[in-house]
């Protein structure tokens, strides 16, 4: 059964004439038959965006990126007006099916893939300015989201990225404030990654190396420098 208004918080209302519902279509003209929207209560927004490509891609990249918007109204709006669009905005919305490529990304590459990320990668945008904490909420409706995500396309562990890990000379999102190290210790990847076993002490030494600035340290760099 379709559901008549969105969450009060988002600032979407449903219009009589729009399609909301937590189950989309079956299958897609892609032949994409699965779907965990129920299991996550996403909703069906696609009728809100034209501004994506009929193009079937297979998703190698999960891509996280910030809103800087207040809202998913104010997301929604901004993603129109720029001519942009994004397969999940937040882990509530789903704009564009994952099969069809989005514009989110723009140019960047990551490892061997270059040009165009858009063809190859899934965007999930969190409703957040940048500059502020997520929502624990937030980031735990996120976490699920990747990680059915992660098990539906078969994505590599190392392609769950930042918009900023692909364009790097441009884009800074997604912001330090979403936890890399809860994500893959839900997924169950990389464990003991962020453990190195130093004091916090010895971490201080090896961010802000007590030796430099000293002669004999600029001297090696210098020489360094050289070869």
């Known amino acids: ?17 729009d399609r909301l519902s937590l189950t989309p279509l ?15 209560n996403i909703y069906d927004i696609t009728w809100t965006t034209a501004d994506f490509t009929l193009e079937c891609i297979n998703p190698q990249i999960i891509l996280l990126h910030d809103t ?10 901004n993603l129109h007006q720029e001519k942009l669009s994004v397969q999940y905005i937040g882990a509530i919305f789903q704009q564009v099916k994952d099969v069809y490529r989005a514009w989110h990304a723009g140019r960047g590459g ?11 990668s899934i965007g999930i945008e969190a409703v957040n300015n940048g500059q502020t904490p997520l929502l624990e909420s937030q980031l735990q409706s996120m976490y699920k989201l990747v990680g059915k995500l992660k098990k539906r ?29 809860d994500l893959y210790a839900y997924l169950g990847i990389f464990l003991g990654l962020f453990d190195t076993g130093l004091s916090p002490a010895e971490q201080k030494i090896v961010l802000i190396d007590q030796q430099i600035g000293t002669e004999d340290y600029i001297a090696n760099v210098q020489e360094n420098l050289k070869q």
């Open 110 to 120: 990551f490892r061997t893939m270059t040009g165009d990320p858009n063809s190859n």
């Open 26 to 40: 079956p299958c897609d003209p892609c032949g994409d038959c699965s779907s965990f929207a129920k299991e996550l």
């Open 153 to 181: 396309w078969n994505v590599d562990d190392h392609m769950i990225i930042s918009h900023g890990d692909i364009a790097p000379d441009r884009k800074m999102d997604i912001s330090g404030y979403f936890h890399y190290k």
């Open 1 to 17: 059964m379709g559901q008549s208004a969105y969450p009060s918080h988002t600032g979407l209302v449903a219009r009589p004439e």
């Open 68 to 77: 800087v918007t207040v809202g998913a109204l104010q997301t929604v709006q």
